[in-house]
Each structure stands twice: as C-alpha cells, then as structure tokens.
C-alpha cells in the first residue's frame, strides 16, 4: 500500500517510555495521572501569597508571586491591589506558539507572574482595562495552579471579567471560538501543545488577540523587552477562585465566570458541519469509528461531539479522560506517540475511521483502515471536497494557504479550482491575518495542524468532522451492504485527479543546540553560494534560500524561516529548527517529490523518497553536527 505502513524506529521514544509520574505527596494526595478533578478552595483573602500556594497537590517550589515586600497601590470597589516588586529574568523570549519551558522553571519564583505582567505592560490600555479576558488550557500538570496567578494579575491590572473553562480545561480551538463569539478582547491559552506533561516535562502560556488569533510579533516582541525591564507586578488581594463549578464569582468590580467548555464550540460545529449527515455515516451497522483523545483536552469534547451529539458508541473513544500528564504518554497524534490507534488501525479487520488529536486539541491524524493520510494530502482532500460535503463553504473557499514546508497537494487544488494561493512560514499567526482580510478560507500545516477561518487557530476536532462530511457525502445514497466509498478511496482518487506529493519529515528531537545552530549556518552558507543549475546527484537546483514572507496584508517581514533547496523536476528539501519543545532544538528535515504517473501512486513513501533522503543528509552533514544517525520520528 502506498504509504501505509507504521514506521517502526530503533530509537522512537514511545509512550512507555516516560517515566511513571503517578507518585504521592507527604500527604498522600495524588500528583498526577489522576482524572482533572475540581480545585481545593483554600486562599483566603489575607493570605494571597505565600511562597508555597497551597492546592490540591502543592508544589514543592515556590509557585510564583513572593508577596513579602509588596505595597498596596490601589483599592478600585473594595479590590485590593498590590505591587510586588520583582527583577527581570532571563529566557522569556516568546516563541511562535508563546513561552513554553519545564514546568520546574515556571515555578520559580515570580517567572510566570514576570511574563503575565509583561503581557499587560505590552498591551494598549484600551485592549484590557474594564475588558473580558477568556482562560483556558489542555488540562496539563501546573495549570490549575497558572490559573490562579492569571486571574490576580489580571485584576491587578483593570480587566472587568475573566471567562474561565470549569477546572481551566478548554481546548486552544474552543478558547479562540469563545473569545470570537463572546467579543472578548483576547484570552490565554495554557498550553504546551503536543510536548508531554508532568512535573518533569513542559509547561506553556500564550495570549490570543480579540480576532482569537495568536499575537502578532509586534507583541510577542514587546512582551519580550518589557520581561528584560520589569520591575513590579500588579497583584489583586482576592482568594483562589472554586473553577469545579459554574457561575460567576464578584470581587468589587472585578468578576470570574465559570463556563462550559463545549458549548460555544459545540454551537458553532452546527454551524459549520451538516451534523445530521456526519450522524447517518456513524449510526450506520457497516461503518466502525474510533477516536483516540490521548488522555488530552479533547477528552472533554469526544463524548459531547461523537456520542452525545452524533451518535457514535462509547466504546468508539479511546484514552478519553484528559489526565494532567496524558498518561504518561505523548500527546502528540502521529504514527509513533499515537502507536495504540495506529495498531488498532492497522490490524486486522480494523475501523473504517480513525483519527487522534493532540494536547491541546488543535493537531489531528486521520486514518483509514491499514492507510495513512498525510498532513498535506488532509488539508488539500477537504480543501478540494468542501465546497459540496460542507454547508459552511457552500458558496466555495475564498483562498486556500499552508506553511512552506508543507507540501504542494493545496497548491494544485488552488489552480485547479482557480482560487487564490498563499505560502506562509511555520505558524498560525501567519494565517490569520489572511483569513481577518478575507483572503483565506482553508489552510494546513504539515505539522498535523488543519482548520479554516471559522475560528483563528488550526482546530483537531473539525478537521475529523470534515473528513467524516467528506466520507458520509460521498455514502449517502449508498445502501446497508452497498461496499462503502472509504478514506483510503478518496486519497487515491485525490491523486489520479492532482497527482500524489510524496512527503515525509524527519524529527530529530532534542538535540544540542549548538550542534543544530551550526548545521542551519553551514546551510546558510551553501545557499548563499549556490546557483540555478548547479547539479546535486541526478537533481538540478532551481533556486536555493533562506525563505522570507511578506504579509500581503500589513507588509510585514518574517525572514530566516527556513531553507530551502528546490529543485527543477518539483521536487524539495528543507530544514528547520523548531521552537515547539521546552530543551535542546529539534531539527526537521522535509522532503517533497511530485508524482503525476497514476501507476507509481501505490509507492511507499520512503521508498520513492529515498534518493532525496539520501541526499538532503549528505548536504546538511546532519550525522557530523549533531550526532543523530537515525531520526527520532518519521512521518
């Protein structure tokens, strides 16, 4: 089969192999892989902050105002503000999904307090002050504890209103839908996407504007420079907030709102998606559905969505209990970290459907039985079906984009269906200025992330809805017994229509990063040396370089994204360094191959690929910078 097989690596870090983080306290109360349970109630006004926050499960280091030295500043309606004096701390560059990092460097004192308040220093007045600010997060190990500390410095610092998600669980997807349908002014997002979680691992905190789009860099930079200046943060003497129940909770002029996590995205699925149709296709005897939610934020939307709403079984769920380390596991939904589904898929006699999605619920896999369909094919296949399987985009998308690495299955789809086209660098943000001038309906990453302008982040959940659209239209009409239209069918009739990218990415996961800094320069350096028509093996280079865009929309420049050698037949290699983890540089190597002849489609990937694998580690030196003789994973 063509590019169906689970990779099997010698060195793939698999679920089982983070160590187990179950352990007790001296107390006896449970740390972690324990269900999201409610908060403890345990702050009391005249104790806001002591080097030790008490909860649920304390923490052993100090969580992150030290309140000591601080000096009451103002008392707006009965509201106590203190300024606590602090001192800046290094490393709090934000990268392109916010500051991620160990949650052991969040707990030391003052580091999240010192980013949060740097954020508020960064923003206009006019973007918060009397504003309403949505909260949420993935469900992750020290969020309950972050969700305190924002929603005091929120107040200190004039916000009217915090949204909350009950216990802070709100998917990064449905946190941008809330902020659009509840007109806020922005929202932060608890977040270290698909890293893994736990007081060992990683922990991560972003701001989404009030179009629910990641800030621009024009932000995220100042926030940067106001962390190498800060000299005080702005604190309400207010208790812990209980986020176990909903309502709403008044502090002077300031409130907490409790609210369900599903809802609003629930609401605005219906909109989207013809809901009754996806039901038909899941309630049929014929058709067998599962979806692995990794023991993640989505875990709080899978029965709600595919039980509750749409019929499937409950059986049909798998790790479907958001848990504060993901069960010891990595939440990340591809063919390694999401091994359990992929196995399920791939034996015998398995599911018509599957699909997974990541931490934080804005990544996602889609599978057919004993298939796998890339990221890159995903976003082309409904970008190319969406306007008929659909209702949102029955008048047809307005443009369609993907980050340059990504492959160029969409840009096909584009001039076929003569619709504008944009390549943008690795990064949501990028998007969404698109999609705010009206220039962009649907859009992908290669990166597993898919979504379209119905809200401002790439969303897991409704790139299933849209592959389950896409399989029941094509169904519809079809008989109990009548041999069903299946994911594989679709992909394969995508590629005699388009033809078939060959793509595959190599992960070489944390890494030194001087090693990995050193390889990119000596790239750097070949770039700028090359030529049009200089000869690498059987490949003639077409052009080489460092990709830079330039926002259509606000002349922006984003340079050094990536580099790039492209070749005259189509085909491209690329490498990057990701900034996604918490330690050490990842580096990804993306090869791309255009294949229109329908009789070599049955390929495997990483055979047809092997010439340009081969290839792209001899120019980079890979194996002499850094040490790497095998990829951490393949996809």
Request: net charge negative; glycine share 8%; with cysteine.
């Amino acid at each position: 089969m063509a590019s169906c097989c689970c990779l099997r690596l010698e060195n793939v870090i698999f679920s089982s192999t983070f160590r187990k983080l179950g352990q007790t306290s001296a107390n006896g109360s449970v740390l972690v892989s324990s269900p999201i349970s409610s908060f403890s109630l345990l702050s009391s006004s005249s104790a806001l902050f002591s080097p030790i926050l008490k909860t649920s499960h304390s923490l052993s280091s100090s969580l992150s105002v030290k309140a000591s030295a601080s000096t009451a500043i103002a008392e707006p309606e009965g509201i106590k503000i203190n300024s606590v004096p602090t001192k800046p701390i290094e490393g709090q560059k934000t990268g392109t999904s916010g500051l991620r990092k160990k949650v052991k460097v969040f707990t030391e004192e003052n580091y999240l307090a010192n980013w949060i308040q740097a954020l508020f220093n960064s923003l206009p007045p006019e973007d918060y002050k009397n504003g309403v600010l949505v909260l949420g997060g993935d469900g992750r190990y020290f969020n309950r504890e972050a969700s305190q500390t924002i929603i005091k410095i929120a107040a200190g610092n004039g916000v009217g209103k915090i949204l909350v998600s009950k216990e802070g669980i709100m998917s990064t997807p449905a946190v941008s839908a809330v902020i659009r349908k509840r007109k806020a002014n922005g929202g932060f997002i608890m977040s270290a996407s698909h890293n893994p979680g736990g007081p060992e691992y990683d922990w991560g905190i972003k701001f989404n504007y009030n179009s629910g789009q990641p800030a621009p860099e024009s932000i995220t930079d100042k926030i940067y420079g106001n962390t190498l200046s800060i000299s005080e943060i702005k604190i309400a003497d207010i208790p812990d907030v209980d986020l176990s129940s909903l309502g709403v909770t008044k502090y002077g002029n300031f409130s907490v709102e409790v609210v369900d996590p599903v809802s609003d995205y629930l609401e605005l699925m219906e909109n989207v998606f013809d809901l009754e149709l996806i039901k038909s296709l899941l309630s049929r005897s014929d058709f067998r559905f599962v979806f692995d939610a990794m023991h993640a934020v989505t875990g709080a939307y899978a029965k709600p969505i595919f039980v509750d709403k749409l019929g499937a079984s409950p059986d049909s769920i798998l790790n479907g209990v958001p848990l504060e380390d993901f069960g010891h596991g990595h939440p990340d939904p591809n063919l390694t970290y999401a091994k359990d589904l992929v196995n399920i898929m791939y034996g015998e006699n398995g599911p018509d459907f599957g699909a997974a999605s990541d931490g934080d619920g804005d990544r996602n896999m889609i599978l057919g039985r004993g298939f796998f369909v890339t990221p890159s094919d995903s976003v082309a296949i409904i970008a190319a079906n969406a306007q008929e399987a659909i209702p949102y985009f029955m008048s047809g998308p307005k443009g369609l984009a993907r980050s340059m690495p990504t492959s160029g299955a969409l840009d096909r789809v584009a001039e076929k269906l003569n619709l504008p086209f944009f390549e943008v660098p690795t990064g949501w943000k990028f998007f969404g200025n698109l999609m705010d001038a009206g220039k962009l309906s649907i859009c992908g990453e290669e990166s597993f992330g898919t979504g379209s302008d119905h809200i401002r982040e790439k969303d897991g959940i409704w790139a299933v809805l849209a592959w389950l659209s896409i399989i029941a239209y094509r169904n519809k009409d079809k008989k109990p017994g009548e041999k069903l239209v299946s994911v594989a069918d679709v992909a394969k009739e995508h590629w005699e229509t388009f033809g078939r990218n060959f793509f595959s990415r190599y992960d070489y996961e944390e890494c030194e990063s001087e090693g990995a800094n050193k390889m990119i320069q000596n790239l750097r350096d070949i770039v700028s040396k090359s030529k049009p028509g200089d000869k690498y093996g059987n490949y003639t280079l077409q052009f080489a370089d460092d990709f830079t865009y330039t926002d259509p929309v606000d002349g922006s420049v984003a340079s050094k994204q990536g580099v790039r050698f492209v070749f005259t037949d189509g085909s491209r290699i690329i490498f990057r360094l990701s900034g996604t983890g918490s330690a050490g540089a990842t580096v990804r190597i993306y090869i791309e191959q255009y294949e229109p002849d329908v009789s070599k489609h049955e390929m495997d990937a990483q055979v047809a690929l092997k010439p340009l694998i081969d290839l792209a580690l001899s120019v980079s030196k890979l194996k002499d910078f850094t040490g790497r003789d095998k990829p951490t994973v393949i996809t």
